[in-house]
């Protein structure tokens, strides 16, 4: 309670994103979120409309505030790195200030700092493609927006961090065991966000007094997902064969990740830790 959190990675009330502002919320923290930019609009006018009123219910009865939504495009860092057709781009042009560098420079006049910083965000234009026919350029669009855009935002989130503070990403399996299906260079981006979880642990433990962990969560239906095209057989999968036989719930992972950005693991980072219901431990599926 009392601290300040940055999602970025909310565009709607289905993903992690959400779950986590929420549960993140529900212990008393201040909540602002980053937004893709193409996303931006509709979620704003779905949020003042009222849309999500339902979804933004706190155990306490109260709705979740969300104190300032920030548009973001996590891809770029500076103004100077956005392409013109980006720049032309009618849904672009209607905002300002979205690049990493810009976003945090703006929480800083706004807020001055945080405490918990949380990338909920992941893009690959060819995840349905099966590695061995990703191109280069979609390998490494999606280890930009679903890797880069992790060590960027901390990066530039960091000199705004309180000494023990937190920060934490979401990431999957595919990035350790085959995940026939989850394509396009993906898998290879969450094996990257994993390994930079260590060493991100390290330079901003050492610099900042921030621990860094990320969440290997299991399928959940959400937008990002539903992208894939194979969510449904994943969580059926999961159903099946993981120790718990139980619905994966975003709130789940929304509330492991408030205890990881919490002073209760204060003596955790460096981690993946796993909210899947124990799928991962299973050898063989019975
Ligand atoms: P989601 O659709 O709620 O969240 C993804 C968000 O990323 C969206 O809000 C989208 O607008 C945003 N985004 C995409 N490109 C962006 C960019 N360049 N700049 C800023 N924002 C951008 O879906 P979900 O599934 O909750 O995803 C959140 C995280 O959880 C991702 O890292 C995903 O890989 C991870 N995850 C999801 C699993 C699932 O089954 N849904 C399983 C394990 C991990």
Not at 40 to 62: Q, V, W
Not at 135 to 152: D, E, Q
Request: proline content about 5%; hydrophobic content about 40%.
């Amino acid at each position: 309670s009392g601290k300040r959190a940055f999602i970025a990675g909310v565009a709607d009330d289905n993903g992690y994103g959400w779950a986590i502002a929420k549960a993140l919320a529900a212990a008393g923290a201040e909540i602002l979120v980053g937004t893709w930019v193409p996303a931006l609009n509709i979620f704003e006018t779905s949020l003042r409309r009222g849309k999500f009123d339902e979804s933004r219910l706190l155990p306490n009865g109260s709705l979740m505030e969300i104190v300032k939504v920030y548009p973001l495009d996590a891809v770029y860092d500076t103004p100077e790195d956005v392409p013109e057709d980006v720049k032309a781009n009618k849904r672009y042009a209607g905002s300002s200030n979205w690049t990493v560098k810009e976003v945090a420079e703006s929480v800083k006049n706004d807020f001055g700092s945080i405490d918990i910083l949380v990338h909920s965000l992941a893009n690959g234009p060819e995840v349905t493609k099966p590695l061995l026919e990703t191109s280069r350029k979609g390998y490494l669009a999606a280890i930009s927006a679903s890797s880069y855009s992790y060590v960027s935002l901390l990066k530039h989130f960091l000199p705004i961090m309180n000494p023990g503070g937190a920060s934490i990403s979401l990431t999957y399996i595919a990035s350790e065991r085959t995940i026939p299906g989850y394509g396009g260079g993906m898998s290879s981006a969450k094996a990257a966000l994993e390994s930079d979880t260590r060493v991100l642990a390290f330079e901003a433990g050492r610099k900042g007094k921030i621990r860094v962990n990320t969440i290997s969560a299991g399928p959940l239906g959400s937008r990002a997902a539903k992208a894939i095209g194979f969510i449904e057989k994943m969580i059926d999968y999961s159903y099946a064969n993981a120790p718990l036989q139980k619905e994966l719930r975003a709130d789940e992972v929304g509330n492991a990740a408030a205890f990881l950005v919490s002073p209760l693991a204060s003596a955790v980072t460096g981690s993946v830790v796993y909210v899947d219901n124990g799928l991962n431990t299973m050898g063989l599926a019975l």
